[in-house]
């Protein structure tokens, strides 16, 4: 994929200018110093390791959605009908290029994956509703599936007569065939007694433990295999690992932009392949542009604050000023997530839970075992006591053993069943996670287990 390009267009501009500008030739990329400077707004001497949460905005990305939003309560109106829908389109033809899709119709803007996810499964819903599936046909979906979709499974598909196959993955994983093998023992589940799989959901970066799926052969034997649809939820993907919505062969596809890809809160892609099917699909907040195709419809959802929809121009220049543009930021990241992941585990004397190849800009690391992660509580207990006490932002995971006589040890020979999901974006610097690595260290000192803390109601 070639180098993305801006519209050039800024909320200071009322000429609209469709045609792609060149980006203008850098003397030389942003500075260290310069990049500190655009997150100076982040709380002092916190070890911010967590960018997979809620991500990270530029401050000059947040100076450019203040110019539009006072640009729209200078004059509403004007903005409203005039300017709003051709910035929203400038977006929507940029995200195009970004992710390879065909036509600028199969792209929609939404707030953010949740939304995306409740478009597809009210889609998918309605059909077992109205009896074009059958009562018990199928979803199938990964067992670390964002819980916001699993939600949404339960209000619009199962409650609709739809059945759920849940397909387990190992962690930690050591290959994708290990994935491939659970997930097509999960579409032979699904098929069982005529039943048909209507639906699969996909991860393609999972959020808890992360791992990064193989997404593009998944959506192979889903064709092969006959699923109707096939839905990749890629909420941490743009941004973390290049995405290409024809390679991938998805009917729908979804990723945030304010996690990997620089926007302020919250804005997403909704990736929706053209069929006979396009046109019934709806955003689940009706208003006047019901019936208009979903990228319209989702475009004027009632009077609120757009401005985040509009920053993609923004944040396409924002990310050209770095060597390579954003596959630079990407390689960048992997890199030095690994790096950081591997001298926190030599430092604990535990492991990766994957191979380097197998992660985006997040890494699952071990914990001591000493520290008594034995349950989802103690796995929060922990994340707010480094937050609380040693100020480093990291959560924390749970992994409980299959088989207490097998799982990986620490060198203390006790079982791993905690692993921290260090995230590395460009202004995080060695010392976050140096701070991190004597955190723990210092527990293990004091002989501290998360027995000790007592949880928040």
Avoid at 79 to 94: D, E, V
Wanted: aromatic share 8%; charged share 20%; hydrophobic share 40%.
């Amino acid at each position: 994929m070639g180098e993305i390009r801006s519209h050039g267009d800024n909320p200071e501009d009322d000429n609209n200018h469709n045609h792609l500008q060149k980006k203008p030739k850098l003397s030389s990329f942003i500075t260290q110093s310069q990049i500190q400077q655009e997150f100076a707004h982040h709380q002092p001497g916190v070890a911010r390791i967590n960018n997979g949460s809620f991500g990270s905005c530029p401050g000059s990305i947040i100076a450019a959605q203040k110019r539009w939003q006072l640009k729209f309560l200078q004059q509403p109106d004007d903005f409203f009908f005039n300017k709003l829908p051709a910035q929203i389109l400038r977006s929507r033809t940029l995200i195009k290029d970004l992710i390879n899709a065909d036509d600028i119709s199969e792209v929609s803007i939404v707030d953010n994956a949740t939304t995306a996810a409740a478009i597809v499964l009210q889609h998918v819903g309605w059909a077992f509703a109205e009896g074009r599936f059958n009562k018990g046909d199928t979803v199938v979906m990964l067992h670390c599936a964002f819980q916001a979709v699993k939600k949404s499974i339960e209000a619009y598909v199962t409650r609709a007569g739809g059945s759920v196959i849940v397909v387990h993955l190992p962690f930690p994983i050591s290959s994708n065939e290990e994935i491939i093998s659970e997930f097509r023992l999960g579409l032979a589940k699904g098929k069982l007694n005529g039943r048909k799989v209507r639906l699969a959901i996909i991860d393609h970066i999972t959020s808890m433990p992360s791992v990064i799926i193989p997404v593009r052969e998944l959506v192979t034997i889903c064709r092969e295999e006959g699923v109707n649809q096939v839905f990749v939820d890629a909420a941490h993907a743009v941004g973390s690992i290049p995405v290409d919505v024809k390679d991938t062969g998805a009917d729908f596809y979804v990723s945030n932009l304010h996690k990997w890809f620089f926007c302020s809160p919250s804005v997403a892609l909704l990736y929706c392949r053209k069929s006979s099917l396009s046109s019934d699909l709806h955003h689940p907040v009706v208003s006047h542009e019901y019936g208009n195709g979903l990228a319209i419809e989702s475009a004027w959802i009632g009077t609120r604050d757009y401005s985040s929809q509009l920053l993609v121009p923004e944040v396409i220049d924002f990310v050209n000023r770095f060597d390579g543009g954003i596959h630079g930021i990407m390689k960048r990241n992997h890199d030095a997530v690994i790096e950081m992941g591997k001298m926190l585990a030599k430092s604990w004397g535990t492991n990766l839970g994957s191979p380097p190849e197998m992660y985006p800009s997040m890494a699952m690391v071990g914990l001591p075992s000493c520290l008594g992660v034995l349950s989802d509580d103690d796995a929060l207990n922990l994340r707010n006591h480094l937050r609380d006490q040693f100020r480093v932002e990291v959560p924390i995971h749970y992994q409980p053993l299959k088989d207490t006589e097998v799982g990986p040890r620490d060198e203390g020979c006790g079982f791993i069943t905690g692993y921290a999901r260090i995230s590395h974006q460009v202004y995080n610097t060695i010392d976050d996670y140096l701070k991190f690595r004597d955190a723990v260290n210092q527990m293990m000192q004091d002989g501290f287990n998360c027995k000790m803390l007592v949880s928040r109601e």
